[in-house]
């Protein structure tokens, strides 16, 4: 299973909030140690694979949601 699959199944299962931060996904434990959390969001091109994420800084905190509609 992917980074991004285990992290997508934490937010179905509930165990990770659907707006969530680099500390909800530690917290669920789901190591992240290449910051790869970063690397799904769409700010960053690529792939459709790889933009499945909004992020939105909040008073310094990054916080992320699924794009639900790379899902459909």
């Known amino acids: 299973m992917t980074f991004i699959e285990k992290l997508r199944l934490e937010v179905r299962e509930n165990r990770i909030p659907s707006i969530f931060t ?6 669920a434990g789901i190591d992240d140690p290449n910051n790869n959390l970063s690397n799904y969001d769409k700010k960053n091109i690529g792939s459709l694979n790889k933009k499945v994420l909004v992020s939105k800084e909040i008073s310094g905190d990054m916080y992320y949601t699924f794009d639900e509609k790379i899902f459909d």
């Open 22 to 27: 680099k500390s909800d996904v530690s917290g």
